[in-house]
């Protein structure tokens, strides 16, 4: 039956639908999707880590700050601040039943300090996929649909690099499909920099849940224009990293607008977080005035 026929056959019979008027649900599920964002803003906790470190704030009560501060309701977690809890399943309950009645959502997490997924020694290298199992099972739990990882190799060359770091990729993607968690790599240092190396190693992987996560100002000594170009056909999320802002509101290390359009033209419409590492001013101000450059870089964007 094509629409037309349904929607006649479903109000027929009182006579007051008149031609080419459509339900009232349609209608509304059509302003719906006019009215959803290109994307969604959601906050890395590494935004606050002085702030964590300092005492001043937790890991459980991050996400209700990141709320009730920034009106973010979307959060990315560092496992670096609560490393003893992966397997803490009363302290994992909790924190799912507070960003749950919050309505928050739990996007990912970043996990650091596990081992070299790309480790020569064959061992070695099972030892750290075994390491970021427990994080993709926490993961899973609280409703995150990735896991960041670091892409680290070791090796003779570039080449030798790579293929150890594809088959750890490989290896933890394949246990991670399982639990429907995607294993996300971040251009986070070395070789992983560099977008082509890391877009060829996601190529051989390839894997529907293994992708990358484009960070904004983390290609050293590589263009980060060209850089996000090379990772969005990967993409599962995006870094939004900012330092330093001018007067004028904008970032001066990345043109955000520019850097939105290339992942916006690749048809990404997922979560933008909010990385801010700046010194300058405080994490608060930091935060607000990188939500504040995206929310004008989604404005102009949907305008054109």
Aim: glycine fraction near 10%; charged fraction near 30%; charge should be positive.
């Amino acid at each position: 039956m094509d629409r037309r026929k349904f929607i006649q056959a479903s109000f027929g019979t009182f006579g007051t639908l008149a031609a080419g008027t459509f339900p009232a649900f349609a209608l509304q599920d059509e302003a719906a999707k006019k009215a959803a964002p290109l994307f969604e803003i959601s906050i890395a906790e590494w935004s606050l880590h002085r702030t964590i470190w300092k005492k001043k704030l937790t890991n459980m009560d991050f996400p209700k700050y990141s709320k009730d501060k920034f009106g973010i309701t979307a959060v990315e977690y560092v496992n670096g601040f609560f490393k003893d809890k992966a397997k803490d399943m009363k302290y994992l309950a909790e924190l799912k039943k507070r960003t749950g009645d919050e309505g928050i959502k739990n996007v990912l997490i970043m996990i650091d300090g596990e081992g070299h997924i790309g480790a020569a020694d064959e061992k070695k290298r099972q030892k750290t996929v075994d390491n970021h199992k427990k994080w993709v099972e926490a993961a899973n739990f609280l409703g995150c649909h990735s896991i960041r990882v670091n892409a680290h190799g070791q090796g003779k060359d570039r080449e030798d690099k790579a293929a150890n770091v594809i088959q750890g990729l490989t290896s933890l993607s394949e246990f991670a499909k399982d639990h429907n968690i995607n294993v996300v790599v971040e251009n986070h240092g070395g070789l992983s920099s560099d977008g082509a190396w890391v877009a060829n190693v996601l190529k051989t992987v390839n894997m529907p849940n293994c992708g990358a996560l484009p960070d904004f100002g983390n290609f050293h000594e590589y263009d980060r224009y060209q850089g996000i170009t090379d990772l969005m056909p990967y993409a599962k999320g995006i870094s939004a990293k900012s330092r330093v802002f001018n007067e004028a509101g904008d970032e001066t290390q990345t043109d955000f607008y520019k850097a939105m359009k290339i992942c916006l033209d690749a048809g990404y419409r997922g979560h933008v977080g909010i990385e801010w590492e700046g010194g300058r001013i405080s994490e608060d101000e930091g935060i607000i005035k990188t939500k504040a450059l995206l929310e004008k870089v989604r404005a102009a964007y949907v305008t054109k």
